[in-house]
């Protein structure tokens, strides 16, 4: 009878799944694998296969690809520096390090945007010290910059839940049978760190592929990615079936990401708690 009770306390779960996780994602299949007359087609899926397309498609698997090898390269001694710090210590530098996320997406991409462009606070600064101006404005390294900048958190936590679980025994056992630095950390923390890496890869791959503010407002129309494209079916062409065709492509990635990450993190070590 208790677990049937406890069974109850799922329930807005369950609803909130059902009316924003499954019925958008059923919508999306529907829509994509019709025709604007209603008749099954494979046709708003294989579209992906323009030339125009395909380059949006590869420039936002490269531009994530990199941004998210940064975030890992940079993320990695972070969280690992956090983890031999005490509670107090870290608290601390944890709150400043995930406070910017409390600032809604948008605002943080146009502040960078006004740093970054031609006649901004950056070029401003740069001009007072008589140095060359910082032009990437509009340019795939801006992308890169905000998307490493926005999603580095989502990188850094789950990094710091594996290195944690870490038992010190086990660093220090290997440093007794004479290991050094280089031989401790290759042979006993990457490893048991693998969870994390791919839970963090996972992270921040994942938006960063679909994202499209950050390409719109930091790239400018003269760089598309496959989430621009998406998103002037939607808004600009007001066609739902071809938006949702490419979608689908989409998911196609994201799904072999997860099932990567499952292979992995079979235990769910890597989650962020």
């Not at 708003?44 to 390269?73: H, Q, Y």
């Not at 963090?200 to 679909?210: D, R, S, W, Y």
Request: aromatic share 10%; charged share 10%; proline share 5%.
């Amino acid at each position: 009878m208790l677990k049937n009770k406890k069974k109850w306390f799922a329930a807005p779960f369950l609803i909130w799944s059902v009316g924003f996780i499954l019925i958008p994602l059923g919508m999306v299949f529907y829509y994509g694998l019709r025709d604007k007359s209603g008749a099954f087609t494979l046709e708003n899926v294989l579209a992906i296969g323009t030339p125009e397309r395909l380059k949006a498609l590869w420039l936002s698997l490269l531009l994530s690809f990199i941004a998210t090898i940064i975030c890992l390269l940079l993320g990695y001694p972070l969280a690992s520096i956090l983890s031999k710090m005490s509670r107090n210590q870290h608290s601390m530098i944890v709150m400043i390090f995930i406070l910017p996320m409390w600032m809604n997406f948008l605002l943080r991409t146009l502040a960078w945007q006004t740093l970054l462009e031609k006649t901004g606070v950056i070029n401003n600064i740069l001009t007072f010290l008589h140095l060359p101006a910082l032009n990437i404005i509009n340019t795939p390294y801006a992308i890169i910059l905000g998307m490493v900048y926005n999603f580095l958190p989502f990188m850094v936590l789950p990094l710091y839940n594996s290195l944690t679980k870490i038992d010190p025994s086990v660093i220090n056992a290997a440093r007794d049978l004479g290991a050094n630095g280089v031989q401790t950390f290759c042979k006993i923390t990457l490893p048991l760190t693998v969870p994390g890496i791919i839970s963090g890869i996972t992270m921040v791959f994942v938006p960063a592929l679909t994202t499209f503010v950050i390409s719109s407002l930091l790239g400018g129309s003269k760089i598309l990615l496959i989430g621009n494209i998406i998103e002037q079916q939607f808004t600009q062409a007001s066609n739902w079936q071809l938006g949702s065709g490419l979608s689908i492509v989409l998911m196609i990635f994201i799904i072999i990401n997860m099932i990567i990450t499952s292979i992995f993190d079979k235990d769910g070590e890597g989650a962020v708690l």
